[in-house]
């Protein structure tokens, strides 16, 4: 099969390999689709994450073309989507329920250790039907299907914040993660939506994904924006957003999230960083504020598939490219453009 090989920053080999095996417990899908995600970016531009003959890829679809002996409730043709994170099952975080944190496991996921699905085909290990491996629904394209994956985070950090109808949540950044968090927010019963970027693309597509006022940090100061939109903090310092989330990756975009968030209100971090960040802990602790990380998904995948088929949230209006596989290179240079990139897709 032809698969994509990382070697070094910004460079990439199209390369034949052996096709996997499913093995008694795993499944082999034949990739229709697979994004890039921002991880992805960082490893192609800094070569962090991964190391050099990794397939890397993890937002994936596709039927499903050998099943494992052992695999139950899963046949050949079968459509199907997967959480790429393996995970060890024994370390205290596996046992509490939160798999996604894994102490040991996600050294050996999907991408990250195993090939990955910028290749024809993919395997999947211990495939369990409802677990790691889902079925996708009739009306679902396979593009929609790989984009559950961020779709399902941006769903963890969204339900994180807890929002309700009196909720006025700030989203920075609409990038995949960020526009995928306002209809999230949306979905989940959030009161106002306030999306910020610098993209017009990326604006235009949070008000047609829910947002209720879109800011251009072009043109507008983001914080006094939402200062203005809900009013003055406690001690005159920042605004009085209920939720923040923070989707940028840009440092003294997270600082003045601190800012915006009132006291004893909810922030929440989803993006990565690629240096240290100053801001202001001060305020966090005056404020008594709620700030938390969120990291990837636990339990999230069905909850997106079922918003999917029943219209709650939608997939395709976010990709905005779609790339064969040999021309990898030019889909990573894609998605790097934010000014005209989303999602960007390869089809093996």
Same mark, same amino acid.
Do not use: W
């Given at each position: ?11 990439? !080999? ?10 008694? !417990? ?14 992805? @970016? /960082? ?31 899963? $046949? ?8 790429? @994170? ?13 798999? /996604?944190?894994?102490?040991t496991g996600l050294s050996q996921s999907i991408a990250y250790g @195993? ?22 629904? !009739? ?16 769903? /963890? ?18 990038? $995949? ?19 910020? !970027?610098?993209?017009? $693309? ?137 000014? $005209? ?8």
């Amino acid at each position: 099969m032809r698969a994509g090989v990382f070697q070094a920053a910004r460079t990439f !080999d199209i390369t034949q390999l052996d096709v996997p095996a499913a093995g008694r !417990d795993g499944i082999v899908v034949q990739v229709a689709a697979c994004g890039i995600c921002g991880s992805d @970016l /960082h490893s192609y531009v800094e070569g962090v994450f991964v190391e050099p003959g990794q397939v890397m890829g993890h937002e994936f679809s596709g039927p499903i073309v050998e099943v494992g002996a052992d695999v139950e409730g899963l $046949s050949v043709g079968d459509r199907v989507t997967a959480v790429p @994170l393996s995970v060890c099952g024994r370390c205290p975080r596996c046992i509490e329920g939160m798999g /996604h944190l894994c102490e040991t496991g996600l050294s050996q996921s999907i991408a990250y250790g @195993l090939p990955g699905a910028f290749a024809e085909y993919v395997r999947v290990p211990k495939a369990v039907l409802g677990k790691n491996v889902f079925l996708i629904p !009739d009306s679902v394209s396979d593009a929609a299907a790989a984009m559950v994956e961020p779709m399902a985070v941006a769903l /963890h950090a969204a339900r994180s914040a807890d929002p309700d109808p009196a909720d006025t949540a700030v989203v920075i950044g609409l990038g $995949s993660i960020g526009l995928n968090a306002v209809q999230m927010l949306k979905a989940l019963g959030a009161g106002r939506v306030i999306g910020i !970027d610098v993209s017009d $693309s990326r604006l235009a597509l949070a008000a047609r994904l829910g947002a209720d006022v879109i800011v251009d940090g072009r043109t507008q100061n983001g914080l006094a924006a939402v200062q203005e939109l809900t009013g003055v903090g406690v001690g005159g310092v920042g605004a009085r957003a209920d939720i923040v989330i923070e989707a940028s990756g840009i440092g003294a975009l997270l600082a003045e999230a601190v800012s915006m968030t009132r006291a004893g209100g909810r922030l929440r971090i989803a993006a990565l960083y690629e240096g240290p960040v100053t801001l202001d802990a001060n305020q966090v602790v005056q404020k008594e504020m709620s700030v938390r990380g969120t990291f990837a998904y636990n339990g999230e995948f069905p909850t997106v598939l079922e918003m999917l088929a029943d219209g709650r949230v939608t997939a395709e209006p976010l990709i905005t490219h779609t790339f064969r596989l040999d021309d990898l290179d030019a889909a990573f240079r894609a998605q790097l453009d934010k000014n $005209s990139s989303i999602k960007v897709q390869v089809t093996p």
